[in-house]
């Protein structure tokens, strides 16, 4: 990295750490104790309510009551309706996310406060984080919310840890199947004093030489397919999660959170030309500070203040060319900090209103040594935004009106030029408890993608770059109805919900190819996306559970031109089902049984923008059985794909078929 740089970094991050030092001890000292006897205080959030944006179209999914089989987060978020997870390799390797026909880089992804998506646009492994630490997973799924800093289009995952722990969580977890695949986990967590520790630590390993049909690149000759054994397609991945929260007086709060990430993988490339010998190695720290403060000089107003670093270092080796064009050995490193700045004012118990500020910086510095010079051009982001959410509520809190309004300021500077945008950013939301129970929810809002350095600035291989991008828009819309369903003798309640949206995206970017062996990136074209998600869930005498998320899209280009217009976007499936039933049974007290089956159905969608190549229908079982005894130990065997359906989910990247699974829990 650029030593200029440096400077510049301490001096924010020195400025922002005494924000955190000043504000809030002299927070604290603001007002004398007063001994008010025994305050009982109760937390009357619904779990099961988003905590950013009660009027916003959102999931919230919380792993301790969600799937058996779900060992990853990406795992996780395939119960949300909306979502389409499209895997460039199998478990949660390489997952890209589509929220509503989005790209993986129009969809913002939050650890606690702190983003996890970086101007390079390169995909989040989100194995970063192990699972065992995750309090809930939040999935907006109409554009940002007002309290989140940066706009995006596709929508925004939120990922909340564990915080305050109510009793001593102690466990050990490990699992073997398939492909040689073992993956092993140690998590801590406990209240010492104002202390609460959490303390996670993750490793998997696997082989993941499967079968699959390889077509020879004959797609539609099928008398020289064969099953092919895939290859370097191995992989050992670490992570070490830790989280101290401090439980200071006064309501005041603060957490210092590190993730440590490392995973080396084999590149197999194309199923069709299986590369042996490409590799590439990631590693990643991630270290936050968070501060909060209820009654922050007056009881009507709380603070909020965080900042954080991010390193993260890439190292692909393609010797013999066999991923790119030519041989690559490229050693990039990316260096991200920020920090926010938030006030939540309560002006009355029906209008609250809340700001923030919140500034980021990147630094790109890439290194190919096959190349000539090997150091490639180094490219930088810096963001000043600022936002204001105003929440009122009318009669007796039946209706909740939410507009928002951010303001994004971005300088970016590459070898190609210096490039700065200006961008303004809103949304109105509405919620009505129209009769107790039943809600009707409406969004409207405008948000951006901005362009990645990749395709402003290029990269040292075949990427050109292109200084004169304008960030990608869109305009949603999204009306729904949900109702939660009461409780009956032998019915434990449920919850039901439908929700019709419309997405109008222009400026959308697509790399052109320029030559042989050169593409570049440009503003071609527009898209319009509409569709319906609907989700029901519901519980029978205790024993009995049912859930089933179904969405229906049509994601099309609007472009005009010619050879695209009206066509399906690439990608965008128009149907996808999940549905899941499981049974629980308890004897003698201390010994349980779960059995569950889930089935995912992913109808065909095309590969290319003129659709004439067709990826076919998927239809994905599961299935499997949980021995738990004196809630201590529990035993799990499972299968997935028992249909054997061998599919893709993006072309040439193949998916395993039939595997079973083994695991043993050990909580203390």
Same mark, same amino acid.
Request: with cysteine; net charge negative; aromatic share 8%.
């Given at each position: 990295m650029n030593v200029l740089h440096w400077p510049f970094l301490a001096l924010r991050k020195g400025f922002l750490f005494s924000i955190l030092i000043v504000l809030f001890p002299a927070a604290l000292a603001a007002e004398r104790p007063v001994d008010l006897g025994e305050v009982v205080v109760e937390d009357k959030m619904d779990d099961k309510e988003p905590s950013l944006d009660r009027s916003a179209a959102a999931t919230v999914l919380i792993p301790e009551e969600s799937r058996e089989e779900a060992h990853s987060v990406s795992e996780l978020l395939e119960e949300s309706p909306g979502v389409y997870v499209k895997r460039y390799n199998w478990l949660d390797d390489m997952s890209a996310l589509s929220i509503r026909g989005s790209s993986a880089s129009q969809v913002e992804i939050y650890i606690d406060d702190i983003p996890l998506m970086n101007a390079q646009g390169t995909m989040i492994d989100l194995g970063v984080v192990p699972l065992s630490v995750v309090d809930r997973i939040e999935v907006y799924r109409g554009g940002s919310p007002g309290k989140i800093p940066e706009s995006t289009i596709g929508g925004v995952v939120l990922l909340k840890t564990k915080s305050k722990i109510k009793k001593r969580e102690v466990s050990a977890y490990g699992y073997a199947g398939s492909f040689e695949t073992v993956k092993g986990r140690a998590t801590y967590a406990d209240s010492i004093g104002i202390v609460t520790p959490v303390i996670a630590f993750d490793h998997t390993r696997s082989l993941g030489d499967f079968l699959y049909n390889n077509d020879n690149g004959t797609r539609f000759n099928t008398s020289d397919d064969a099953l092919v054994r895939r290859q370097n397609n191995d992989f050992s991945q670490n992570s070490l999660f830790t989280k101290f929260l401090f439980d200071l007086p006064r309501d005041a709060t603060i957490s210092l959170t590190n993730i440590f990430f490392q995973k080396d993988e084999g590149v197999p490339g194309l199923a069709t030309r299986q590369s042996l010998t490409a590799r590439l190695e990631t590693l990643r720290n991630t270290t936050s500070v968070v501060a909060e403060k209820k009654g922050l000089f007056t009881e009507k107003l709380s603070g909020h203040a965080d900042v954080f670093f991010d390193y993260l270092n890439s190292r692909f080796r393609d010797p013999m060319g066999q991923i790119?064009?030519?041989?690559?050995?490229? $050693? $990039? %490193? /990316?260096?991200?900090?920020? &920090?926010n700045l938030k006030g939540t004012v309560e002006w009355t118990p029906h209008q609250i209103m809340t700001a923030y500020a919140a500034e980021r910086s990147e630094f790109f510095v890439p290194y190919d040594g096959l190349a000539t010079p090997p150091n490639g051009p180094e490219s930088s982001r810096h963001s000043i935004n600022a936002g204001l959410e105003e929440e009122m509520m009318f009669f007796s809190e039946r209706l909740s009106v939410i507009p928002s309004v951010r303001v994004e300021n971005l300088f970016n500077r590459g070898d190609l030029g210096d490039r700065s945008d200006h961008q303004l950013s809103a949304k109105l939301g509405l919620s009505l408890r129209m009769v107790d129970r039943f809600y009707f929810k409406a969004n409207g809002y405008r948000g951006f993608r901005n362009p990645t350095f990749a395709?402003?600035?290029? %990269?040292?291989?075949?990427? #050109?770059g292109n200084p004169a991008l304008e960030p990608e828009k869109a305009v949603n819309f999204d009306a729904g109805l949900s109702y939660d369903l009461p409780e009956a003798s032998w019915f434990d &309640? &449920?919850?039901?919900?439908?929700?019709?949206y419309r997405n109008y995206v222009s400026n959308l970017i697509q790399y052109v190819q320029t030559s042989n062996f050169t593409a570049k990136a440009f503003n071609m074209n527009k898209a319009v996306i509409q569709g319906v998600e609907a989700m029901a869930a519901a519980k029978f005498a205790k024993r009995f559970s049912l859930l089933a998320s179904y969405t229906f899209q049509e994601a099309k280009d609007d472009s005009g031109n010619p050879d695209t217009q009206g066509k399906y976007l690439p990608g965008r499936p128009k149907n996808e089902l999940y549905a899941k039933g499981a049974w629980q049974e308890e004897w003698l007290g201390w010994f349980k049984t779960s059995l569950w089956? $889930?089935?995912?159905?992913?109808? &065909?969608?095309?590969? $290319? /923008? #003129?659709?004439?190549?067709?990826?076919? %229908?998927?239809t994905l079982l599961g299935s499997g059985v949980t021995f738990n005894f004196i809630g201590h130990i529990a035993l799990s065997f499972w299968a997935q794909n028992i249909l054997n359906d061998r599919v893709s989910d993006v072309i040439g990247f193949p998916m395993p078929g039939r595997s079973y699974w083994g695991s043993l829990e050990i909580k203390i």
């Open positions: 790119g064009p030519t041989p690559e050995e490229t $050693d $990039d %490193n /990316t260096y991200r900090a920020g &920090g395709e402003l600035f290029g %990269n040292t291989g075949m990427l #050109q &309640g &449920g919850h039901i919900e439908a929700t019709y089956c $889930d089935l995912n159905f992913i109808s &065909g969608n095309y590969l $290319d /923008t #003129q659709n004439l190549l067709l990826l076919t %229908n998927r």
